[in-house]
């Protein structure tokens, strides 16, 4: 049996990364067609509609017990409360966002967060002119407050949008404060204790990887990419 696998379990247990991400794929499509109206899809269905095998399916959703019947397939709303309980996304968290700069003024202005479990609750910063507005539901508060008022909330989960040059400082003081998972898009990386959860949100990494997608040769496919024709 896999490690941390306990069957019939609806709450989180250690599972690899990889298939931690690929859970929340399989979420989004599963609520994509509750919305639709769709009763049951198979693995076959799942692997065929997210590019992956059938058999990737039932590996990955194994790690977290049966939630299948063979020859039915999953129930899509039973499904989708079932991974959302995993997630722990089935009641909602608080979250704090550092740094009210362009990025994190958007993050905060951004309606979707709560369907998915996450409320905005509280926005920090430095600069006496963000200090005070109001954006989405939060009131932007010094730093002075920051331990305070999570405290005060119950907050757990930050999201992390200052320079990189105060990421680390600022995240040492987020772990003494009681933080345990941080949203982290500042370009540096985080040295945090076990136990603390960090994951890294780099816009420039992911453009890399899509620009590799596009240029790279296919498998198979002999020759570079075709580039385009000059109108000249």
Request: net charge positive; hydrophobic share 45%.
């Given at each position: ?109 951004y ?15 430095v ?13 932007v ?77 296919r ?14």
């Amino acid at each position: 049996m896999p490690r941390g696998k306990q069957p019939n379990s609806s709450r989180s247990i250690w599972s690899p990364p990889l298939t931690v991400r690929r859970l929340s794929i399989y979420l989004r499509y599963l609520e994509e067609l509750a919305n639709q109206g769709q009763q049951t899809v198979s693995s076959r269905q799942l692997g065929q509609a997210l590019g992956l095998t059938d058999a990737q399916v039932r590996k990955d959703l194994a790690w977290f017990g049966h939630m299948g019947r063979p020859g039915v397939g999953y129930r899509v709303a039973a499904m989708v409360e079932q991974l959302r309980a995993i997630f722990g996304t089935d009641k909602v968290s608080s979250v704090a966002v550092i740094g009210v700069g362009s990025l994190g003024r958007a993050l905060l202005r951004y309606k979707g967060f709560l369907s998915k479990g996450f409320r905005l609750s509280a926005a920090f910063d430095v600069s006496p002119q963000r200090i005070g507005r109001s954006l989405g539901e939060c009131v932007v508060q010094p730093l002075d407050e920051l331990e305070k008022v999570i405290a005060q909330q119950g907050i757990r989960i930050v999201i992390l949008a200052v320079p990189a040059a105060v990421a680390q400082e600022m995240a040492d003081r987020l772990v003494r404060a009681g933080i345990v998972g941080i949203l982290n898009f500042a370009p540096v990386t985080l040295t945090v204790p076990e136990g603390i959860a960090v994951i890294p949100v780099d816009m420039a990494v992911q453009l890399e990887q899509l620009a590799y997608m596009i240029n790279a040769p296919r498998p198979g496919v002999s020759g570079r990419p075709r580039r385009r024709q000059s109108s000249g």
